[in-house]
């Protein structure tokens, strides 16, 4: 993280308990609502671009979901899509409050799990100025169908044993049993895509984020697994910037390629790379792309960005 980048952190209210943030304030009246991919936390998640987007003058502000992080909520490390979902529309009002933000000129952003979210979020709220959805999780089963290739059978047993003792101890009151987001094919982890191992590497790079805790609890993974947010794109009506990497192991490109195509205002921009390449190789290509299609559509007279027609880039 740039130490010149000045930011301060910030909460705001939602289901009884609070979102951590940080609110990079801006200069453009334009706004980045940003979260990162599930269990990851918003430093590692979101430093990398938040920098690049407060420089081009918009307000950023990132935020923890509830139950990680520096949020509260709990039990900890647990991902429940529902209320995730409720994390952003709390966010919304919240970026909309700052006192250097338009209302009109909000824009969401994610990537990985949160990159679904994004388009449900999209759908939700059609007075968004946009929205980006960076190697976006859109289709679970489909997702999963293929990362389960990268699995050792006996591997993936103790991982549904596990899913299912943690699941039980949920409805017992019990602390999550956690398992790593990412491992090394035959160990118990959400992930062992080829890309999948690279996000320590890739959002934690000399282990910056120590305090990063780089595991999930075993009851969350069967809804993210589950979760088709790719279906909502039809009903998206702010400009949907959808970016994929063609060699993405961890939740697939073409899923995201359909779910553009079925998007109003949908346009498509192709990388080569895995799952983490716009952290990586592909980082510039990755944080030129956003950044023109934010400026196009949040520092636009508000006559221009009433349509603009549709597109595709690679």
Known sequence: MDTSVKREKVRFTVGGTHCAAWHYPGTNGGCVIMAAGGGVTKEPGTDPFAARFHAAGF?????????????????????????????????????????????ARIAVWGFSLSGGHVLRVAARNPRLAAAVAQTANTDGPTASRSASRFQKPVATLRLTGRILLDALGGLLGRRPLLVPLAGEPGTVAMLTTPDGVQGDRALNPGNRYPEWQQEIAARSIPGIALYRPGRDTPRVRPPLLVLVCDQDRS????????????????????????????????????????????????????????????????
């Open 59 to 103: 307000t950023v502000l990132a935020f923890d979901y509830r139950c990680l992080g520096e949020s509260g909520g709990g039990p900890r490390q647990t991902v429940r899509i529902k209320d995730q979902l409720e994390d952003w529309q709390a966010a919304i009002a919240f970026a909309a409050s700052l006192p250097e933000t338009d209302p």
């Open 251 to 314: 939740v697939l490109a073409e899923p995201a390629v359909r779910a553009a195509g079925r998007a109003p205002r949908g346009e498509l921009v192709r990388l080569p790379g895995g799952h983490y390449a716009p952290f990586m190789e592909q980082h510039e290509q990755a944080v030129e792309a956003e950044l023109s299609f934010l400026r196009r559509h949040l520092l636009a007279p508000a006559d221009d960005r009433a349509e603009t027609p549709r597109a595709a880039r690679s």
